[in-house]
Nanobody, 127 residues
Framework: QVQLVESGGGLVQAGGSLRLSCAAA????????MAWFRQAPGKEREFVAA????????WYADSVKGRFTISRDNAKNTVYLQLNSLKPEDTAVYYC????????????????????WGQGTQVTVSS
């Protein structure tokens, strides 16, 4: 089992920044690809970013590329998402997710491979 706890959400004006954190507890964190997804009211959950366990390769949704940065600290069992140049359309609940290495054959943006999820943290961007 892996327990994930997100923090760092809040209310920010357009153009502002936030840093989300996701602390993991349980099984060996370093063997998990970590990702962030988000879900806005009335919309489907969507992929935001992922970072692979083996080489820290990263992937981003086109909508956040160049503005968001995902990183991980295996020593602290924590993954981060730096959100810069925020836009009102970034408003959503952001979820941290973990995918075991056994599912590396699945695409990083495929939520099916992620077996563990946090409770989510709200990000609200005002215009």
């Amino acid at each position: 089992q892996v327990q994930l706890v997100e923090s760092g959400g809040g209310l920010v004006q357009a153009g502002g920044s936030l840093r989300l954190s996701c602390a993991a507890a349980g099984r060996t964190f370093s063997y998990y690809t970590m990702a962030w997804f988000r879900q806005a009211p009335g919309k489907e959950r969507e992929f935001v970013a992922a970072i692979r366990w083996s080489d820290s390769k990263t992937w981003y949704a086109d909508s956040v590329k160049g503005r968001f940065t995902i990183s991980r600290d295996n020593a602290k069992n924590t993954v981060y998402l730096q959100l810069n140049s925020l836009k009102p359309e970034d408003t959503a609940v952001y979820y941290c997710a973990a995918k075991s290495f056994e599912y590396d054959h699945l695409l990083p943006d495929d939520y099916v491979g992620y077996g563990y999820w946090g409770q989510g943290t709200q990000v609200t961007v005002s215009s």
